[in-house]
């Protein structure tokens, strides 16, 4: 069965950070790497930030610098720690799979960065 289910949204300051977490279901997170996306409003959702099953990761390169992804393989958690945050990192954050071949998506986690 495929779940994920997404935590740690928030309101926050320009320059503030939050943690997302991300739980999935055990049978989907030890076999895939894993990804959190974003989707803006009227925008695309775009992906964010992927991480292999033995810890390689790679970045958009809009968060480089700023967003760290990490996952805990006896948790079935992946978390994005993202600092420095921008207006322009507003957005509905969601974790699954690269390029998943199901149309489900957890509910996504809201962050807004605002003053």
């Known amino acids: 069965q495929v779940q994920f289910v997404e935590s740690g949204g928030g309101l926050v300051q320009p320059g503030g950070s939050l943690r997302l977490s991300c739980a999935a279901s055990?049978?989907?997170?030890?076999?895939?790497?894993m990804c959190w996306y974003r989707q803006a409003p009227g925008k695309q959702r775009e992906l964010v930030a992927s991480?292999?099953?033995?810890?390689?990761?790679n970045y958009a390169d809009s968060v480089k610098g700023r967003f760290t992804i990490s996952r805990d393989n006896t948790r079935n958690t992946v978390d994005l720690q993202m600092n420095s945050l921008k207006p322009e990192d507003t957005a509905v954050y969601y974790c699954?799979?690269?390029?998943?071949?199901?149309?489900?998506w957890g509910q996504g986690t809201q962050v807004t960065v605002s003053s």
């Open positions: 055990r049978s989907i997170f030890s076999v895939h790497a």
């Open positions: 699954n799979v690269p390029a998943p071949s199901w149309r489900y």
């Open positions: 991480i292999t099953i033995g810890g390689s990761t």
